[in-house]
C-alpha cells in the first residue's frame, strides 16, 4: 500500500511541472529560494564543527527550532488545495490507517522534505566528530526529520479542511503575510548582526526556552552530548520520541477526521428569519438606516471582516521584534491598543468605493451629506470605542501603573476620532477602485491614486495625533497632571477633527453625489 502511494506521489510531482510557463518560473523562484536557505543553513552548521558547543548549540538550535516552526505553521497559510489531501482516497474504501502511513511516507518525496533531510544531514555531521555524539546526532537527525514532516502532514491537512473556502484561505494568506511582514525587522537585524554584543545572552536565553520545546527536543540533544550531559541528552531524545510519536496519533486522527468532513454549508443561508439584524437595534432614522446597513457590512462583509481581522494580529504581531530583541514587555503593554485604534479609523478611508451599486439608494432618497457621513461613521465609533473599553484597563493592568490610563483613553480616542474624521472626508474626496462586493478581498484592482489617498490619510491621522503622543511622552516621564492633561487634549483634538471631517466630507458628498455614484458603479 505504502508502495502505491509513492508511486502517486511521483505521479503528481510529474504532473505539477505541466504548467503554464508563468506558473513555472514562480515555482522555479520559490524552488531557488529554499535551495538557498539550505544552503545557508548548511553553511552554518558546517561553521560549528569548529565552534565551542556553547555557542553551536545556540546557532544549531535557534536554526533548528525555526526551520521546524516553518514546516508546522506555512502549510496552514497556503492559498492552495493540498493534492495529498486525504479526503480523495476516503471513497475507494481505504481504511484510515493505511491512508495516514501512505501519505506520510509519500510527504518524504517533496522538495521542502528532501531539503529537510539535507539539513539534517549536515546538522548531524556537525555533531559527529564530537566525542560522545555519534548515536545521539545520528537519532537526533532522524528525529528531526520525523517531526518536521509529520508536523507539516497535519498542519497542511488541518489547513485544508478548516479553511475550506476560498476567502477563508485566502484570509490565511493574509495573516500569513502580515506574520512574515511583522518579523522581517527581527531577521534583518539578525542577519545585519545589529544586535551586537549585548543581544548574544539574549539569543542563549532564547536557545534555552526552545531547547526545552518541542521545537527543539530533538535539535538540543547533540548539544548536551558535547558538553558531556549524556543523560540530558538522552532525555531530550526521549521527549523527541514522544513528540514524534503524539504527531504520529495526531496525524492518524486527522486524516479519520478529515475523510468525514462534509462539505460546509453557506453560512449565509442559515441566518434568515431572525428580524432584521441591526436594522431592530438601531433607531428608525435615516442616519440608523444607514448605520445599520454599515454595521452589517463590517460583521458580515469578507472585506470588511478582513480588516477586523487583520488589525489585531498586527497590532499584536509588531510586539515580536522588540519581544526578541529584549524590550521590556511592560512598556509593550501600551503598543497594541493605540495601534488598533490607529487602524480602525484609517480603515473608513475609502468606505464608499466598497458600496458599488449600493450607493444609488443614497443619491436616489436624496439623502443629505451629513447623514451619510454620520451614518457610515457610527459603526467604526462603536466597534472602536467598544475596544477601548476593553483592552485600556487590560493594557493599563499589565504595564502595572495606572497613572498612565488617563493618557492611554486620551491617545486612544484622538487616534479613533481624528481617523474617523480624516476618512470620512477622504473617502469622498479621493476615493479610489476597490474590491466589489462578493470579489475575493485579494482581488484589489490596480489605481493610480489609490496609494495615494491611503498615505494621506495615514499621515494626517499622525499629524493630529502628534501634540497627544508628546504629551503622552511626558505621561510617561514625568507622571503627574500629564495624564489627564493628555486625556483631555487628546478627545478635544479627536472631537475637533471628527467634526470637521464630518462636515467637510458631508459638503463633498451632498455636491458631488451623482459623479461619486458614477465612480462606484465603474470601480
Avoid at 505541466?18 to 523562484?29: D, I, K, V
Avoid at 529560494?33 to 560549528?48: K, P, Q, R, S
Avoid at 491617545?411 to 470620512?424: A, D
Wanted: charged share 10%.
Amino acid at each position: 500500500m505504502v508502495a502505491l502511494f509513492l508511486q502517486l506521489r511521483l505521479s503528481q510531482l510529474s504532473h505539477a511541472l505541466r504548467r503554464p510557463a508563468t506558473q513555472l518560473c514562480g515555482l522555479a523562484l520559490i524552488v531557488a529560494l529554499g535551495i538557498a536557505l539550505t544552503g545557508y543553513a548548511v553553511d552554518a552548521f558546517g561553521e560549528l564543527r569548529s565552534a565551542t558547543p556553547g555557542f553551536a548549540g545556540v546557532v544549531g538550535i535557534l536554526v533548528g527550532s525555526a526551520i521546524i516552526l516553518l514546516f508546522w505553521v506555512v502549510p496552514l497559510f497556503t492559498a492552495v488545495d493540498d493534492i495529498a489531501d486525504p479526503r480523495a482516497f476516503a471513497v475507494l474504501g481505504v481504511r484510515p490507517s493505511a491512508i495516514a502511513g501512505g501519505l506520510a511516507a509519500s510527504a518524504l518525496l517533496s522538495v521542502p522534505s528532501l531539503l529537510l533531510v539535507i539539513v539534517a544531514v549536515s546538522y548531524t555531521v556537525s555533531w559527529v566528530t564530537r566525542p560522545g555524539t555519534a548515536v545521539v546526532a545520528v537519532l537526533s537527525g532522524v528525529l528531526i526529520v520525523a517531526t518536521g514532516v509529520l508536523g507539516g502532514r497535519v498542519s497542511k491537512s488541518l489547513g485544508s479542511a478548516i479553511f475550506s473556502s476560498r476567502h477563508l484561505r485566502e484570509l490565511a494568506g493574509v495573516l500569513g503575510v502580515f506574520a512574515a511582514l511583522a518579523t522581517l525587522p527581527f531577521v534583518l537585524s539578525l542577519l545585519l548582526g545589529s544586535l551586537g554584543v549585548a543581544g548574544l545572552p539574549r539569543l542563549g536565553e532564547i536557545a534555552a526556552v526552545l531547547a526545552g520545546s518541542p521545537l527543539g527536543f530533538a535539535w538540543a540533544a547533540p548539544v548536551d552530548a558535547a558538553s558531556g550531559n549524556q543523560t540530558a541528552a538522552w532525555a531530550k531524545l526521549l521527549l523527541a520520541v514522544i513528540v514524534v510519536a503524539l504527531l504520529a496519533i495526531a496525524w492518524r486522527a486527522t486524516v479519520s477526521w478529515v475523510i468525514r468532513l462534509r462539505v460546509p454549508r453557506d453560512l449565509s443561508l442559515a441566518s434568515g428569519g431572525r428580524g432584521l439584524g441591526w436594522f431592530d437595534v438601531f433607531a428608525g432614522t435615516e442616519v440608523g438606516a444607514i448605520a445599520a446597513r454599515s454595521m452589517t457590512y463590517w460583521l458580515r462583509d469578507p472585506r470588511y471582516r478582513l480588516v477586523l481581522m487583520i488589525i489585531p494580529v498586527v497590532a499584536l504581531l509588531v510586539l515580536v521584534p522588540f519581544l526578541v530583541i529584549g524590550v521590556w514587555w511592560q512598556n509593550l503593554a501600551l503598543v497594541p491598543l493605540p495601534i488598533i485604534c490607529l487602524f480602525l479609523g484609517w480603515a473608513l478611508h475609502n468606505d464608499l468605493a466598497h458600496d458599488s451599486s449600493a450607493l444609488w439608494l443614497h443619491v436616489a432618497s436624496n439623502v443629505s451629506g451629513w447623514t451619510d457621513r454620520v451614518g457610515r461613521a457610527i459603526p467604526v465609533l462603536f466597534i472602536g470605542s467598544l475596544t477601548i473599553a476593553l483592552l485600556a484597563p487590560v493594557s493599563t493592568a499589565l504595564y502595572s501603573d495606572w497613572s498612565v490610563f488617563p493618557a492611554m483613553i486620551g491617545l486612544s480616542f484622538c487616534l479613533l476620532l481624528s481617523g474617523i474624521g480624516i476618512s470620512s472626508y477622504l473617502s469622498v474626496r479621493m476615493p479610489y477602485a476597490a474590491v466589489r462586493p462578493g470579489a475575493s478581498p485579494f482581488a484589489q484592482p490596480q489605481s493610480s491614486s489609490g496609494s495615494g489617498g491611503q498615505a494621506v490619510a495615514f499621515l494626517l491621522i499622525l499629524v493630529c495625533a502628534v501634540p497627544t503622543l508628546g504629551l503622552g511622552a511626558l505621561t510617561l516621564s514625568e507622571g503627574g497632571l500629564w495624564g489627564m492633561l493628555t486625556l483631555l487634549v487628546g478627545v478635544v483634538t479627536g472631537l475637533l477633527v471628527l467634526v470637521c471631517g464630518l462636515a467637510a466630507g458631508a459638503r463633498v458628498f451632498a455636491r458631488q453625489a451623482p459623479e461619486l455614484l458614477a465612480f462606484t458603479l465603474r470601480n
